[in-house]
Nanobody, 128 residues
Framework: VQLQASGGGLVQPGGSLRLSCAAS????????IGWFRQAPGKEREGVSC????????YYAESMKGRFTISRDNNKNTVYLQMNSLKPEDTAVYYC??????????????????????WGNGTQVTVSS
């Protein structure tokens, strides 16, 4: 199993970035997949997640209306479109996936301890 994140970089406040996460090796697919981030000195937090079965999505409150998670199933890739970026969005962004079924809704799945596989991080820096 491999999750390869890319697309990070330096962007000015108000700008946009699109992160990509290429998933491979999931022989039976994944149950949920999403994005997490960790800023310096802070704990890793869930940004956005989506379930494979019905496409239910979750966004952390501060990301609602600015970030959009999407999938290209043909390419086994998950995207995070980030608009109206703020300096406080600066963090290392990680892609993670859960493979086992859960009775929990996506909002409760989008936590660090519910994920089974983690990809590399990609740095996002929002600064003028």
């Amino acid at each position: 199993v491999q999750l390869q994140a890319s697309g990070g970089g330096l962007v000015q406040p108000g700008g946009s970035l699109r992160l990509s996460c290429a998933a491979s090796g999931f022989t039976r697919g994944y149950y949920a997949i999403g994005w997490f981030r960790q800023a310096p000195g802070k704990e890793r937090e869930g940004v956005s997640c989506v379930t494979d079965s019905d496409g239910s999505t979750y966004y952390a409150e501060s990301m609602k209306g600015r970030f959009t998670i999407s999938r290209d199933n043909n390419k086994n890739t998950v995207y995070l479109q980030m608009n109206s970026l703020k300096p406080e969005d600066t963090a290392v962004y990680y892609c993670a996936a859960r493979i086992r079924w859960s009775h929990l809704g996506v909002e409760d799945l989008c936590t660090e301890d519910r994920m089974h596989y983690w990809g590399n991080g990609t740095q996002v820096t929002v600064s003028s």
